[in-house]
């Protein structure tokens, strides 16, 4: 009837059907995420199914990835192991040039002044011919001046033959020692109280230069006792 105010039993039913409705609408929400959480569910498996038949068509399966990865680092090992071999090898040269660097300077130190040495054995020479004019005199009958020019001419001979030395110039071995072609030149063979094919007399003395021959020593080779 128009105008009635609704009694407490009228309130209460509209009361007890708004929270059956809302149950209702609860019900269908739920339903309604229940379904979509299915839809995703269903769209992850077809994604995966999808990525699955993906990689069987282009042959990238797990295994194969696996032996790609070995085969890069079989290359890598490849590369290092060349890498480190020509390092090596330019290690190697570079220490043999170092030694024939040094060995060259160390040939140049020594045979450098060749030739100036060649030049003063000319002025040992004039000494030996001075003093050998004098074998078998009795210095203590020559005077006194003559005397002291013989010793001045002995030292003199001395001091050039350690001033030779000090730079590496030595004698050739002589009277008494083995006839030796790398530092003798035979220009006679003589009987003598040597041995057989030992060097009898030294007509000129012979010089090395380190292990070089600067001039060989002019002899004659003993062929025994007459």
Known sequence: ?????DTPKDEW????????SEKSAQKRRAAASAAADDILKAAGKADKAANAESADETGESEPDAGAAAVARIEELELELATLK???LRAMA???????????EVAAARVFGIERF??????????????????????????????????????????DLMAVLARHGVTA?????TKFDPNVHQAVANIPSDEDKGNVATVMQSGFKIGDRTLRAAMVAVS???A
Do not use: F
Not at 13 to 20: A, K, N, Q, S, Y
């Open 1 to 5: 009837m128009a105008g009635k105010k």
């Open 13 to 20: 039913d509209d009361l007890m059907g708004e929270i059956e």
């Open 85 to 87: 071999d020509q390092a």
């Open 93 to 103: 040269d570079a220490e043999n040039v170092k030694r024939r660097s040094e060995k």
């Open 117 to 158: 040495a060649n030049d003063v054995l000319s002025v040992h020479d004039n000494l030996s011919r001075a003093l050998q004019t004098l074998e078998g005199t009795n210095k203590a009958e020559l005077g006194e001046n003559a005397k002291n020019l013989v010793e001045g001419i002995e030292l003199t001979e001395k």
């Open 172 to 176: 050739v071995p002589g009277v008494g």
């Open 223 to 225: 062929t025994g006792k």
